[in-house]
């Protein structure tokens, strides 16, 4: 509600940004988006047993410096926003497709 009552103009960014996130997913083969369409600054992916679970891969992300929240066994959620600049999402991305590979 903040962001379309007082950053209307900018939410493209952070559209655009959930974007990267959701290519730099599809990029690993491994990760899969959950819906594979992302049409605002929410991302969520699903992740294989072999990755471990939600919460292990959250806390893997958090200590690489990507905020991040399991929302069940095997699902994450990432959120862009006004604090999230082009720069951390390019290393975001970095990070995602480093530790889906691992």
């Known amino acids: 509600l903040f962001a379309l009552e007082n950053n ?7 559209h655009d940004h959930a974007q990267l996130l959701a290519e730099a997913i599809r990029q690993t083969g491994r990760l899969r988006l959950c819906p594979d ?7 969520i992916f699903e992740l294989p ?3 471990g679970t939600a ?3 959250v806390d893997r992300l958090r200590e690489a410096g990507v905020g991040s929240l399991a929302i069940g ?20 991305c970095e990070i995602l497709r480093r530790l889906a590979d691992s």
């Open 49 to 51: 047993e072999d990755l």
């Open 37 to 43: 369409q992302v049409d605002t600054n929410i991302v």
């Open 73 to 92: 066994a095997q699902q994450v959620r990432l959120v862009t926003h006004l604090d999230v600049s082009a720069s951390q999402i390019a290393t975001a």
């Open 8 to 14: 209307r103009e900018r939410l493209t960014q952070d």
């Open 55 to 57: 919460a292990q891969f």
